[in-house]
């Protein structure tokens, strides 16, 4: 496996409001070619709607490309835009890849899904700063372009919180 050493974090990126893991660098954990991988997947289609696993715009590949730096593919690259995929995806492929690593690995990454959320929530003063902003583009989509309703619609998702769940078991 050659990403034992890069952090699976580092490999989740933010793309359409979502966190989202490419084909490629998955194919990689499992061991796999992306290739494969996207056969088995389309193979089990239905086990992966539009907010499990989509398909990449051509512009959408530019700016993650240039994020990263780098195509990560040899001589010719891709034919065909990558296939992300969001955490409920993620967890959907150890369904059709029956291996201990792809078992191993999924957890490692349902873990890394979970530190970025705790991570984000953890940041003291992101609340009111969301809401301030959310506030500030209320008064601009009254007054100028109703476009930025979708960066509202993100904000609002971001100030949202999990529930707290309750503890089971003994406190000690």
């Given amino acids: 496996m050659k990403n034992a050493a890069i952090p699976i974090q580092s490999l989740i990126y933010e793309i359409r409001g979502q966190k989202v893991m490419l084909d490629s660098d998955l194919a990689e954990l499992y061991g796999v070619k992306a290739k494969r991988l996207n056969e088995r997947v389309k193979r089990n289609i239905k086990r ?10 051509e512009d959408e590949c530019k ?8 195509s990560k593919q040899g001589h010719g690259g891709r034919r065909y835009a990558p296939y992300v995929f969001t955490e409920q995806g993620v967890s959907m492929l150890s369904t059709v890849l029956n291996s201990d690593l792809a078992i191993e690995i999924n957890i490692s990454i349902m873990r890394a899904f979970v530190q970025l959320r705790h991570y984000a929530f953890s940041q003291s003063g992101t609340n009111e700063q969301i809401s301030e902003l959310r506030k500030l583009l209320m008064l601009y989509i009254e007054k100028n372009d109703k476009r930025v309703n979708e960066i509202i619609i993100a904000l609002n998702n971001l100030i949202k919180q999990p529930k707290e769940t309750r503890k089971i078991g003994f406190n000690p």
């Fill in 48 to 57: 992966f709607p539009v907010d499990f696993m989509f398909q990449l715009t």
């Fill in 63 to 70: 700016i993650l490309r240039s994020q990263i730096a780098t």
